[in-house]
C-alpha cells in the first residue's frame, strides 16, 4: 500500500496529558474532513508521517483509532491551533485506495 493514493476521511483531537504513560484525554478538534475525503499518497511528504504510517494496511471502509505523537504529527512546528509538542488522535475511515 505504500505508495499507493488513498482518500480517507478523519477527524483529529489534540490529546491533553494526563500522566506519564497514561491514554490520552481528548482535547478540542483541530481538523475534520466532513464528508469530503483527504487524499493522499501514503509515505510521501506532505502530510503528517503519522497519520500516513496508520494508513498501511487499511481496507476500504476500515476504521481504526491513531494516538500520534508529536514526532510523528507537527513536532516542534505550530500549525492550525496545534501548539508545539502536541500528540494528536486521529480517528481515520479509509474510503478509498487508487491502484
Sequence with gaps: MRGHRVGVQFKVWLCKPLMPGARCQLG???????LVPFSFKV???????GLSAGCVGMC???TRALIVPAALG??????????VG????????????YA
Design 28 to 34: 478540542p478538534v483541530v481538523s475534520d474532513t466532513g
Design 86 to 97: 502536541s500528540t494528536l488522535r486521529f480517528i481515520v475511515t479509509m474510503r478509498r485506495v
Design 43 to 49: 509515505g510521501a511528504a506532505g502530510v503528517v508521517r
Design 60 to 62: 476500504e471502509g476500515e
Design 74 to 83: 507537527y513536532g516542534r512546528t505550530e500549525t492550525d491551533g496545534v501548539p
